[in-house]
């Protein structure tokens, strides 16, 4: 298990999903460290489900790793922080930095429409 302090940009984590009472994976976009909360985890959700017609799929050649069980999907519109290790179960895999670099630009497109 990597610890909560040395996640970074581009893990992908199973972590609690804040849309329901289950864990999800989730691609870390970024790591601040705040003076007054500590490190947040800045992350979108991933799922495996095909019919969100914007996702961006994940193959094989993104991953740092090895790639995760499933076909999986990123979802850029679906934001969420995590605050603190028991929110985070277990570090999965990584994606290549030109991939989570595609991902941080289509959530960047969402949040500045």
């Not at 298990?1 to 864990?23: Q, Y």
């Not at 500590?38 to 994940?58: A, D, P």
């Not at 740092?64 to 179960?89: C, F, G, R, Y």
Request: negative net charge.
């Amino acid at each position: 298990m990597t610890a909560f302090e040395e996640l970074k940009r581009g893990d992908i984590i199973w972590g609690i999903d804040p849309l329901s009472d289950k864990g999800r994976p989730m691609l870390i976009l970024g790591a601040p460290r705040f003076p007054n909360h500590g490190l947040q985890l800045i992350t979108v959700l991933i799922s495996t489900k095909t019919y969100h017609e914007e996702s961006l799929t994940l193959r094989d050649d993104d991953y740092e790793d090895n790639p995760l069980d499933k076909q999986s999907h990123v979802l850029p519109w679906a934001l969420a922080t995590l605050n603190s290790a028991a929110e985070v179960e277990l570090h999965m895999t990584s994606l290549v930095d030109e991939r989570t670099a595609d991902v941080a630009r289509q959530v960047s497109g969402y949040i500045s429409s």
